[in-house]
């Protein structure tokens, strides 16, 4: 059931992206936009579309909410796949956008693919004047400076520095590189459903966890042909991760008991909430 719903969400938000970059021309950076948001989990735009229908969201609007983070997403990929940055060859199992085309085209697909989020939120098909402002104001917030871009910043840091991370710090930096993107899709949603985003908030901070925590295990313990990308390039670096830190199994524990926090948090919207509790059991359980 949950496999079909995931996938039903993952076919529609392909169909509406491709129809909002229809107009977009055919340019190397147009097509770099659509070859960069094809395919991938969509996790953060499920959980848009998800929230919204628990709350009572316009699903016209939380449609595009959702392409708008899977925008952010994807631009967040193409500039961490860069040289200056991780370095990759592989995404999703094909080329790297700066591998496919070069490094200026990422760059720029990067760049046009940020703007083109906040584009989509802007449009008065997404509500009223005050979800619309509430939309770009955090989303804004949450990939940028004391977000995602902040997350970024302190991984790279830690790549250079005297000494590993600690547990701590290496919860804080993912709580804002991959955490900050999952957090909002469930703001997102409840801003469209006029709901109270604490409770689910709480949910989304503890998958946004648990989601990092397996792919430090995936990067030790997956194969390169279902991930679609390098791994191991963590243990060959040096970097300190969950993993490194807390060892398979406490790591495996420690990701199991957040997903524990995370159904947790879901009690009051009673059975409505039971694909939001699957979806937090997929994130800990996928191979990819």
């Known amino acids: 059931m949950f496999d079909a719903k995931l996938k039903e969400a993952q076919d529609a938000i392909a169909r509406a992206l491709s129809d909002r970059m229809a107009g977009l021309g ?9 070859y960069a948001t094809a395919g991938g989990k969509r996790l953060r735009g499920f959980l848009v ?7 009572g969201g316009d699903a016209g609007a939380a449609m595009q909410a959702a392409c708008a983070v899977e925008c952010i997403h994807a631009y967040s990929l193409v500039h961490d796949d860069l040289p200056c940055m991780d370095d990759d060859d592989l995404r999703r199992g094909l080329p790297t956008v700066h591998r496919k085309w070069d490094e200026a085209t990422a760059i720029l697909v990067g760049d046009a693919l940020q703007a083109f989020a906040f584009e989509l939120l802007a449009d008065p098909v997404t509500g009223d004047g005050d979800q619309r402002s509430e939309l770009v104001a955090t989303l804004a917030r949450a990939a940028g400076p004391r977000g995602m871009v902040l997350g970024q910043a ?13 547990l701590d710090q290496i919860t804080e930096l993912q709580a804002n590189k991959t955490g900050a993107l999952l957090d909002w899709p469930v703001v997102a949603g409840a801003i469209l459903g006029r709901a109270d985003p604490a409770p689910l908030r709480r949910y989304a901070r503890a998958i946004g966890l648990a989601f990092q925590i397996a792919d430090d295990i995936l990067d030790v313990e997956g194969d390169v042909e279902k991930t679609g990308k390098a791994l191991r390039k963590d243990a060959g670096a040096g970097k300190a ?13 420690r990701a199991k008991a957040l997903i524990d926090e995370a159904t947790a948090a879901l009690v009051p919207y009673g059975p409505e909430a039971e694909t939001l509790k699957q979806l937090a059991r997929f994130v800990i359980s996928r191979d990819q």
Not at 27 to 34: I, L, S
Not at 49 to 55: G, Q, S
Not at 154 to 166: K, M, N
Not at 241 to 253: W, Y
Request: glycine residues 8%.
């Open 154 to 166: 302190q991984d790279i840091a830690a790549e250079t520095a005297a000494t590993p991370l600690t």
């Open 49 to 55: 579309l998800e929230v919204a229908r628990l709350t």
């Open 26 to 34: 055919a340019d190397r950076v147009a097509e770099g936009m659509r």
């Open 241 to 253: 991760t969950f993993v490194s830190l807390l060892g398979p199994g406490a790591a495996k524990r």
